[in-house]
């Protein structure tokens, strides 16, 4: 399933197929890389993609092959970008269901929050460094982050979530 420039729902779709097959033993680490490395060409596939190994039970980000990994890091700021946004939102939606006593969603947010955090430790340390410290400064009212963060409409506590996790990405 070859698909050029997929959108968001087709990258989903393909990536779930990908997983399913690569967890069966049908598809080798270097297979699934070509193929990963197909949808992270474009912001909608690389975002769809990103959806199915972060929020479902899809076992790759957990045992993530070298060879993912090393599409990933060739993918290099968008990839760090989408994963920093993503650590973002996880991180302020785990303080909301559990506002909520939503455990179930808090649980899932953590999770997502869990595999940001060992993704960005696999990327490139500089740039994850210079982004991360882009997104602090959002969290401080200084920069770029700061539209992305007052259109989700973070409170403090949630941006205080958020400030601890990125610490958790220099721990280990």
Same mark, same amino acid.
């Given at each position: 399933?070859?698909?050029?420039?997929?959108?968001?729902?087709?990258?989903?779709?393909?990536?779930?197929?990908?997983?399913?097959?690569?967890?069966? #033993?049908?598809?080798?680490?270097?297979?699934?890389?070509?193929?990963?490395?197909? &949808?992270?060409?474009?912001?909608?596939?690389?975002?769809?993609?990103?959806?199915?190994?972060?929020?479902?039970?899809?076992? &790759?980000?957990?045992?993530?092959?070298?060879?993912? &990994?090393?599409? &990933?890091?060739?993918? #290099?700021?968008?990839?760090?970008?989408?994963?920093?946004?993503?650590?973002?939102? $996880?991180?302020?939606?785990?303080?909301?269901?559990?506002?909520?006593?939503?455990?179930? $969603?808090?649980?899932? $947010?953590?999770?997502?929050?869990?595999?940001?955090?060992?993704?960005?430790?696999?990327?490139?340390?500089?740039?994850?460094?210079?982004?991360?410290?882009?997104?602090?400064?959002?969290?401080? /009212?200084? /920069?770029?982050?700061?539209?992305?963060?007052?259109?989700?409409?973070?409170?403090?506590?949630?941006?205080?979530?958020?400030?601890?996790?990125?610490?958790?990405?220099?721990?280990?």
């Amino acid at each position: 399933m070859t698909i050029k420039e997929p959108n968001f729902e087709q990258a989903m779709q393909a990536a779930t197929l990908w997983c399913n097959s690569w967890e069966k #033993g049908e598809l080798s680490d270097e297979v699934l890389a070509e193929r990963v490395e197909e &949808l992270l060409e474009s912001r909608a596939g690389a975002r769809g993609f990103f959806v199915i190994i972060l929020a479902t039970d899809c076992p &790759l980000i957990d045992r993530l092959p070298e060879s993912i &990994l090393i599409k &990933l890091r060739c993918a #290099g700021e968008k990839i760090i970008d989408l994963t920093v946004r993503n650590l973002a939102m $996880s991180s302020a939606m785990a303080i909301h269901h559990q506002r909520k006593n939503d455990l179930n $969603s808090q649980n899932l $947010s953590e999770r997502i929050t869990r595999r940001c955090i060992e993704v960005l430790r696999e990327l490139e340390p500089n740039s994850v460094k210079d982004r991360l410290e882009q997104l602090i400064e959002g969290i401080n /009212g200084i /920069g770029r982050d700061v539209e992305f963060l007052e259109k989700w409409e973070y409170d403090l506590e949630q941006k205080q979530a958020i400030s601890n996790n990125i610490l958790k990405i220099a721990e280990n």
